[in-house]
């Protein structure tokens, strides 16, 4: 458990107590202590991100059971890797039985610490040697023991005893809730989220068949050596959600060897890890796809990471692998820099600029698309760059075409009979196999295609959660995650990711399934994209009516940082998985794009549906 920097109250007989939470090392302040009043929340200084590490203060002696409660709250916010401090503020045997690593609760504000019911005759529960205090707040996530993130929303309250020592007359808490829990700012100040690296069970790329990776997002606490946290993490196997659709290289019951700890780069960026005797027998093949997990996962945590080395039992080398060989063992989303981005211009035919171009007039694309005379709603462009998919004017109509001049449109590969284009088809995407995914928003027939390869008979995917109809779809690059903008009976419009499952060898249709929220606190999402392996920026309408641009991870967090630069009148929004390359919006303004450390910058005001690869 930990506390926000909001503090708990404690009760006595006649008055409320208010302590600010300011019992650890190295802060700067704390709130003032007032001995009179209504019971409320009391703010500490807020403590500043400075990179030091932060420690509590063991108990006190004779502190009292609100000082207790306290104490142990503010405790396990701090950067104790083994919470050795908080484990002071309990009993022998709650000590020994207690399990922090099993889950983190992230409430809005904190928990709220309130003294339970007085003892009977009406004598201050305390007089007993025995109290119970009752943490509340309101729930917004939970972290499990695969440090997966999952919204939550609802009450929060869990009891805590205390009990008072006959010997040495010390208040200790001897039975408490398993796991921790603090406020989201606190949250956000003790964990970081990093993508750790599987590949795919279903999808690869290109002739050679190589892998495809694909990051599954965990939380892990950001000063306790998350290096080693993020290698036992990857080690232990991908997060249950995420699971049915990957693979890992890494044999069952690999771990670091005994003893482990502290793992961190030499002075040449060079990071050594060290394997138990199940990495023994693994072939050169197999060795380079694990370190190729380890550099993925690893450079996502320490960008200056240059290469890594696996070692088997007696510091036996096993492989090493540099970054450029990693990139080429397996296709990762994010290094895939786009050459082009695509729109339509005011002529409603698709036109290119080359990516992250200034001053520079747009041209038409080779092939029908470009050259001819058919007016498009929107457009996807494969992620080779070879291949076009676009919906004709009046959404009625899906064509696949080649990006090479003197091709022909040929016929719909896709129909809808939906009475307004609204009603139709919706903008297309591609995944790095080659797979076309488009939905038709007919309310009568609403249904998720995908075409293999682009040219493959539509097949309809089957969607067991879905509750409502798809108004948006973008796949991720992997091919085992979806996103869909799925629009309520109410119009209420959220934002969900899929798990797409497939089974080629049976032949049974694809499925998305456990669908889950990507951004919980927006009423009604306008558009998207993917902007990153694991991270989408999204434009809508948060609760309370205010419309906003912000990024949010697949599991539904929001990412500790500055949002996009505002802009109003959003329609459609395009970026890569390689962020590097400017995001791009058709606003009010047309197409405009966002260079790094820029404001937004017109590109052409007649554009409309901009797109990169995907």
Same mark, same amino acid.
């Given at each position: 458990m930990g506390a926000d920097r909001e503090g708990g109250v404690r009760h006595r007989p006649g008055r409320a107590v208010a302590y600010s939470v300011c019992g650890a090392v190295l802060l700067a302040g704390c709130a003032s202590m007032p001995d009179s009043g209504d019971l409320r929340d009391v703010e500490s200084t807020p403590r500043q991100d400075t990179g030091v590490r932060v420690f509590a203060m063991p108990p006190a002696e004779d502190a009292e059971p609100g000082e207790i409660m306290q104490g142990f709250l503010e405790a396990l916010t701090s950067d104790d890797p083994q919470y050795d401090t908080a484990r002071k503020y309990l009993t022998a045997d709650a000590a020994r039985t207690w399990r922090p690593e099993r889950s983190a609760t992230v409430l809005a504000n904190g928990p709220s610490a309130v003294p339970g019911q007085q003892h009977p005759g009406g004598r201050d529960a305390t007089d007993s040697g025995s109290l119970t205090y009752v943490l509340t707040g309101s729930m917004v996530a939970t972290v499990?023991?695969?440090?997966?993130?999952?919204?939550?929303?609802?009450?929060?309250?869990?009891?805590? =005893?205390?009990?008072?020592?006959?010997?040495?007359?010390?208040?200790?808490i001897d039975a408490l809730p398993q796991g921790v829990v603090m406020g989201k700012s606190d949250f956000q100040r003790n964990y970081t989220s990093v993508n750790k690296y599987y590949f795919a069970s279903a999808t690869t790329v290109g002739a050679t068949g190589q892998p495809v990776a694909v990051a599954d997002p965990v939380f892990v606490r950001s000063k306790v050596d998350p290096m080693t946290q993020m290698v036992r993490s990857l080690l232990s196997g991908p997060t249950r959600w995420l699971e049915p659709v990957v693979r890992s290289s890494f044999p069952t019951g690999t771990a670091l060897q005994e003893g482990v700890s502290g793992l961190a780069p030499d002075d040449q960026n060079r990071l050594t890890v060290p394997l138990n005797s199940k990495v023994s027998h693994a072939g050169a093949a197999k060795c380079t796809e694990m370190a190729t997990q380890l550099l993925f996962t690893l450079r996502n945590l320490t960008p200056t990471l240059e290469s890594v080395e696996l070692q088997g039992p007696?510091? =036996?080398?096993?492989? %090493?692998?540099? #970054?450029?060989?990693? #990139?080429?063992?397996?296709? =990762?989303?994010?290094?895939?820099?786009p050459e082009y981005l695509y729109f339509l211009d005011g002529k409603h035919r698709l036109v290119r600029l080359p990516t992250g171009s200034a001053g520079t007039s747009a041209v038409p694309v080779p092939g029908p698309l470009g050259e001819g005379e058919?007016?498009?709603?929107? &457009?996807? &462009?494969?992620? %080779?760059? =070879?291949?076009?998919?676009?919906?004709?004017?009046?959404?009625k109509a899906l064509y696949v075409t080649s990006l090479a001049s003197g091709g022909s449109l040929g016929e719909a590969v896709v129909g809808s009979q939906g009475a307004t284009a609204t009603d139709r088809l919706t903008t297309p995407s591609w995944d790095a196999r080659g797979d076309l995914w488009v939905a038709d928003r007919d309310p009568r027939r609403p249904k998720l295609y995908v075409l293999e390869q682009g040219v493959g008979k539509p097949v309809e995917v089957t969607i067991p959660d879905l509750r409502g109809r798809i108004r948006d779809v973008r796949v991720a690059a992997d091919g085992v995650r979806v996103a869909l903008v799925v629009e309520k009976g109410d119009k209420q419009q959220s934002l969900l990711i899929g798990r797409i499952e497939r089974d080629d060898m049976s032949g049974a249709r694809p499925a998305v399934r456990e669908l889950r929220s990507?951004?919980?606190d927006l009423e009604q999402v306008t558009t998207m994209s993917w902007a990153g392996d694991s991270r989408l920026v999204v434009v809508g309408l948060e609760q309370g009516g205010v419309h906003q641009m912000r990024y949010v991870q697949v599991d539904g967090s929001t990412l500790d940082g500055p949002a996009p630069a505002a802009l109003s009148g959003v329609k459609a929004i395009a970026a890569s998985e390689d962020e590097r390359v400017p995001m791009v919006a058709y606003s009010e303004d047309g197409i405009v794009r966002l260079p790094s450390g820029a404001q937004w910058q017109k590109v052409d005001k007649d554009g409309t549906a901009p797109v990169y690869p995907g």
């Open positions: 499990g023991a695969q440090q997966a993130y999952k919204p939550a929303a609802g009450s929060y309250s869990e009891k805590v =005893h205390l009990t008072k020592d006959a010997k040495s007359g010390q208040w200790r007696g510091r =036996h080398r096993l492989c %090493d692998l540099t #970054e450029e060989r990693a #990139e080429s063992a397996a296709w =990762h989303a994010s290094a895939q820099r058919k007016e498009l709603q929107s &457009v996807a &462009v494969s992620r %080779d760059e =070879h291949t076009v998919a676009g919906i004709g004017a009046d959404g990507a951004a919980p």
